[in-house]
């Protein structure tokens, strides 16, 4: 009996001292990633879509949970996919939506913790918009001559991505663009297929903006970032001595539309002419 304590005892004590360590799990096996589409082919409306599946195993052929899979396409921002990321559950398997306003062939490519593996899948497009309408037109539909209508005077922006960006005002409109004289006419009925992507923001770097009920100055930056003028100095020396004159004032029912970034406290923290042509189009700088 003594010697049953003691052994129980020693065993207690060696639990405390030598506590268990968890055995490692097997690293994942990268040549043995499965990526299927539940469809070959999927209408180009934005709404049909196909189903992306990856399943992943670990080296000792067991289900890899916790892995981190990244999908992407080859045509970029044409394809939706939602999520882009996300990580394997007990089975080791994820499930990715495809969709695309753009017909064509596009292939998904797979990256699991950020590897990118051999396999892949391809999906085709089909039955979409057709209408001769390249990526960059600007586009609106027929006037109706009644001055106390305005719908028929927005304009947009189609984007690569198939969707439509609306411009909020003319001063946002000049920002981009210095007339209306490539502004193509559509009818209602071929405006209404293409879904609406959101509103575009300021040209980056190209003038200082503020709200109407807000004193502090802004310079924008990439996709409608607002970033304060901290000083007087800091305003003449990136938009001139005159740059009290280029300051728009931008409507509160806008404001949903910007963020807000770092303060410019020093000129050299903002090229604006250097920011201006790097986001140079409405999908660089949407990241579309």
């Not at 921002?77 to 990715?96: I, L, M």
């Not at 007339?179 to 200082?208: A, C, Q, W």
Request: glycine share 8%; with cysteine; aromatic share 12%.
């Amino acid at each position: 009996m003594r010697r049953f304590l003691m052994l129980t005892m020693f065993a207690a004590m060696a639990a405390v001292c030598w506590p268990m360590v968890p055995a490692q799990a097997a690293p994942v096996d990268f040549n043995t990633v499965t990526v299927r589409s539940s469809k070959g082919t999927v209408n180009a409306d934005g709404i049909d879509q196909a189903i992306i599946s990856v399943n992943v195993k670990t080296t000792n052929y067991l289900a890899a949970q916790g892995a981190t899979v990244t999908i992407t396409t080859s045509r970029g921002g044409v394809d939706e996919v939602k999520p882009p990321e996300a990580t394997t559950d007990g089975f080791g398997s994820v499930n990715f939506i495809l969709r695309s306003l753009k017909n064509g062939a596009t292939t998904i490519m797979v990256d699991v913790n950020g590897h990118r593996v051999s396999q892949t899948v391809s999906v085709n497009f089909v039955n979409g918009l057709d209408i001769g309408l390249a990526a960059g037109s600007l586009i609106k539909i027929p006037s109706d001559n009644d001055q106390n209508t305005y719908a028929d005077s927005a304009v947009y922006y189609y984007a690569n991505n198939g969707r439509r960006y609306v411009f909020p005002n003319e001063k946002v409109y000049f920002t981009w663009y210095t007339s209306f004289d490539n502004v193509r006419i559509l009818s209602i009925e071929d405006m209404s297929k293409i879904p609406i992507g959101g509103n575009i923001t300021y040209h980056p770097g190209v003038k200082p903006v503020k709200f109407q009920t807000d004193d502090k100055v802004y310079a924008v930056y990439r996709n409608g970032e607002l970033r304060w003028l901290k000083t007087e100095a800091v305003a003449r020396a990136i938009y001139g001595e005159n740059w009290t004159s280029k300051v728009d004032d931008i409507s509160e029912a806008f404001y949903v539309n910007y963020k807000f970034g770092q303060p410019i406290e020093n000129a050299v923290d903002f090229m604006a002419e250097t920011i201006a042509g790097k986001y140079s189009t409405i999908e660089k700088d949407k990241g579309l």
